[in-house]
């Protein structure tokens, strides 16, 4: 089936309103001393657009937090932002997230209208017999900024959880990126579960925590503010999302398949990706990467039953590709956390 240019978002589409994060960004760098004109020079974001209906992308907003990061002084910029992302003035995708009966259910919501309160990040759900895990992906290749752009989005879910459900839920932190120096933001605002140096950027928790009930709970009020959110026409996901989804259907699958999939020529294809910073070799070995590590570290499966499930004939292949993809090999990655 043909994907359609309507049922995704690309790096330069302008569907973010001005006056949701870029807005409160830019009034705390600008409490923190930071001048608001250098905040958004090269954004082609104004002044007046923060105070409007106006709508701005993904490539714009990216470029307004690497000022942040630059301009802000200390080490907690990210952390702070997170704690103000939510509710803030989110309208109807905060109402939905608000009213919803449980945890899970806010989990299922918030990966429904994702694109609306999370656009740089979107996730996969697995369980094992005890826990829940959420693998994260960037929606777009921005290595300088992941670490940024981590801490502001793991203190907006704890700060978010603490307003819905009254308590904070314990939630383990693996992050591809080595232990900072400024470790005692990350323990004052995420706790200690943190681990560095990962293969895959993921959260979890223990799976009795998905009944948490939400303190403001009402299925009529979650329902009108859903249908709401829906009304805005935002698609529920990024194109780096929906290559990946193509990609994860057919694991042998090549650049030429895909671009037909998406009804576009390699080569203009290839300039997509490019603009996203990222090429298809890197997608397909980031999601090698992250499927054998759910599978030998979360899921402890044998090698036989991990290549198997990966569409690898032999395991001496299986075994070259693992250690390629995670600098490990299949019996070290199991005996990692």
């Known amino acids: 089936m043909k994907v359609s240019a309507t049922k995704f978002l690309c790096l330069e589409d302008k569907y973010i309103p001005a006056h949701q994060l870029a807005a409160s960004v830019v009034d705390y760098a600008v409490s923190r001393g930071v001048n608001k004109h250098k905040l958004l020079r090269g954004t082609r974001i104004f002044i007046e657009d923060l105070k409007s209906d106006k709508k701005i992308s993904l490539g714009q907003l990216l470029q307004l937090l ?62 094992t017999s005890q826990r829940q895990y959420l693998l994260i992906n960037p929606a777009l290749n921005c290595h300088t900024q992941v670490q940024f752009l981590s801490e502001i989005y793991c203190s907006a879910l704890i700060s978010a959880t603490k307003l819905l459900f009254g308590q904070r839920i314990p939630m383990y932190f693996s992050f591809p990126f080595q232990k900072p120096k400024y470790i005692q933001e990350y323990e004052g605002n995420l706790g200690y579960r943190l681990s560095f140096s990962q293969p895959m950027f993921s959260i979890s928790f223990e799976k009795k925590w998905l009944t948490t009930p939400c303190l403001q709970r009402s299925d009529g009020l979650r329902s009108y503010a859903v249908k709401q959110a829906k009304m805005q026409n935002v698609p529920k996901q990024g194109f780096l999302q929906t290559v990946r989804n193509e990609i994860n259907k057919d694991r042998q699958t090549n650049l030429d398949n895909i671009a037909r999939q998406f009804s576009i020529s390699p080569a203009t294809f290839k300039r997509k990706l490019k603009l996203h910073n990222t090429h298809f070799k890197q997608l397909q070995d980031e999601l090698g990467k992250q499927q054998a590590t759910y599978l030998l570290q979360i899921q402890q499966f044998s090698n036989e039953q991990s290549a198997q499930l990966m569409q690898f004939n032999d395991i001496p292949n299986f075994r070259r590709s693992v250690k390629r993809w995670t600098g490990l090999t299949p019996s070290q990655l199991r005996l990692t956390e």
């Open 66 to 127: 690497t000022n942040v990061r630059t301009l802000t002084p200390g080490y907690d910029c990210a952390f702070q932002i997170g704690r103000r992302l939510f509710p803030s003035n989110y309208g109807a995708v905060s109402n939905a997230l608000l009213h919803s009966r449980d945890f899970a259910q806010a989990l299922k919501i918030l990966g429904l209208l994702r694109m609306q309160i999370c656009p740089f990040f979107d996730g996969t759900s697995y369980q």
